[in-house]
């Protein structure tokens, strides 16, 4: 009887794995246009052409050749066609050079800021005004496009992804989980503490031969603690015999005198540490109740400030969590030329979003293809030419368990970390730049010189 071992694999479900996370949307940085069912009427020698998977789709169906060509056509709106052209090339995003016949991105045509939006409407009234023939049809839609331009600018867009809030979701559940544990901890941290602090006092003699060699720490009484720390210093000093053996049967049988030399001094180290472990353990010996509570509680007065210190840090992480959705929620309601002017910040923000989302879902699959994979398969032949087949476990088998989850744990902490990283730069930059922060700390101080003004005329006024 003999038998075959027959090994399987399943990374190819890895891939498919890949697959399908890869088919979860990326980003959504993008400039949503007003205008999504024009087509250029011309070629486009001024703008360059628009990729459509660029983060901007708004484009304009027309470029300054087209209007030069229509004013040609109907000399009679020459100025209007003149504030038209004005209008086009508002934008700050368009360099003098650029509108000097450049090719730039058609996208640079969208104001980026309110003043911007005032000015190109201003510019677009002129020419509606500076009308001679209003029968133009070119002049009338060409017009109205630019209006539309003007009116997605102003309007404010949702431009925040439910992708990263998933991801802070997610985040927050893991937080309040590890804030249980944390707190589960501080209790038991603060019942060890009160345990010692509530030790009866008793006689703490032990001597050397009293003493084990076992190394556990014990603090039901003052008597267990004297004695586990004891152990502890004889443990050691046992240890350290054994290596001063060694360390003589070296020197005794060694070839060389360097090596001699070299392990001579070694032993004389050695001798040294063993001498003051055995000047530690009579100190320690010498140790009254009053001096063991101290050194007890010192330890357990540590433990216990650093399981509270972990709880509240777990509990502020998790309350700025909880914060940060509304505040992003907030922070991605902006106006169309707040969105066109931090158009290449977002193109970075959408490809880290990409990279790091990308990450997490190859680490998470691998996790997952792991999981899939069979135990061994053990196939038995008998001398009958009977064959039987079952599966086994193998120690092999325990490692990859314990690697499919650290990888899909790791997964999840990478796309929980992308989430909430690009969540709280959004958030951050978006305060920053709409709250004037500097006229409420000049009002603030005004305010509160105003009322201590107040306070001490009060005060000198009950005084008289």
């Given at each position: 009887m003999h038998?075959?071992?027959e090994k399987h694999a399943?990374?190819?479900?890895?891939?498919?794995?890949?697959?399908?996370?890869?088919?979860?949307?990326?980003?959504?940085?993008?400039?949503?246009?007003?205008?999504?069912?024009?087509?250029?009427?011309t070629t486009m020698s001024f703008f360059?052409?628009?990729?459509?998977?660029?983060?901007?789709?708004?484009?304009?169906?027309?470029?300054?050749?087209?209007?030069?060509?229509?004013?040609?056509?109907?000399?009679d709106n020459t100025e209007a066609y003149d504030y038209l052209d004005a209008a086009l090339t508002t934008s700050s995003h368009i360099s003098a050079k650029d509108k000097n016949g450049n090719t730039v991105d058609i996208d640079d045509v969208y104001p980026c800021s309110a003043e911007e939006c005032d000015e190109m409407e201003k510019l677009l009234d002129k020419a509606e005004q500076a009308v001679k023939d209003p029968n133009d049809q070119f002049f009338k839609e060409r017009l109205a496009e630019l209006r539309e331009i003007v009116s997605w600018s102003r309007k404010k867009h949702w431009t925040f992804r439910?992708?990263?809030?998933?991801?802070?979701?997610?985040?927050i559940f893991l937080l309040n989980w590890c804030s249980d544990d944390a707190k589960d901890d501080q209790m038991r941290a603060q019942q060890a503490y009160d345990q010692v602090d509530n030790w009866a006092e008793q006689d703490t003699t032990i001597t050397w031969e009293g003493a084990s060699e076992i190394a556990m720490y014990e603090y039901s009484t003052a008597n267990a603690f004297k004695?586990?720390?004891?152990?502890?210093?004889?443990?050691?000093?046992?240890?350290?015999?054994?290596?001063?053996?060694?360390?003589?049967?070296?020197?005794?049988?060694c070839t060389t005198d360097k090596s001699r030399e070299r392990l001579k001094a070694q032993h004389e180290k050695e001798v040294q540490h063993s001498k003051d472990l055995r000047k530690k353990f009579d100190e320690a010996a010498g140790m009254k109740f009053k001096e063991l509570k101290k050194i007890a509680i010192a330890q357990k007065q540590g433990r216990l400030d650093a399981t509270k210190s972990s709880s509240r840090s777990i509990q502020?992480?998790?309350?700025?969590?909880?914060?940060?959705?509304?505040?992003?929620?907030?922070?991605?309601?902006?106006?169309?030329?707040?969105?066109?002017?931090?158009?290449?910040?977002?193109?970075?923000?959408?490809?880290?979003?990409?990279?790091?989302f990308a990450i997490a879902s190859a680490v998470f699959g691998a996790g997952i293809a792991m999981a899939l994979m069979p135990d061994t398969e053990v196939t038995t032949h008998y001398s009958d030419g009977s064959t039987t087949k079952h599966t086994e476990s193998n120690t092999g088998n325990f490692i990859i368990i314990a690697l499919k989850f650290l990888l899909m744990i790791a997964g999840v902490l990478i796309f929980c970390f992308v989430s909430l990283f690009i969540m709280a730069y959004v958030t951050a930059t978006a305060m920053k730049r709409n709250i004037a922060w500097g006229a409420m700390a000049k009002k603030a101080a005004a305010a509160t010189i105003e009322a201590t003004s107040k306070a001490k005329d009060a005060i000198n006024k009950n005084k008289q």
């Open positions: 038998k075959n071992i399943a990374f190819t479900v890895y891939y498919k794995i890949i697959a399908i996370f890869a088919a979860l949307p990326q980003s959504n940085f993008e400039l949503l246009s007003p205008i999504t069912n024009l087509t250029p009427q360059s052409k628009k990729d459509k998977k660029a983060p901007e789709q708004g484009y304009v169906s027309f470029n300054q050749d087209d209007l030069s060509e229509a004013k040609s056509r109907n000399l439910w992708i990263l809030i998933v991801g802070c979701l997610i985040s004695s586990s720390y004891l152990n502890a210093i004889k443990y050691d000093f046992n240890l350290s015999k054994e290596r001063i053996d060694q360390l003589a049967w070296g020197i005794d049988t502020f992480y998790l309350i700025l969590c909880i914060i940060l959705i509304p505040l992003y929620i907030w922070s991605s309601y902006q106006p169309g030329y707040y969105i066109t002017r931090h158009r290449t910040e977002n193109k970075v923000l959408g490809g880290i979003q990409k990279v790091g």
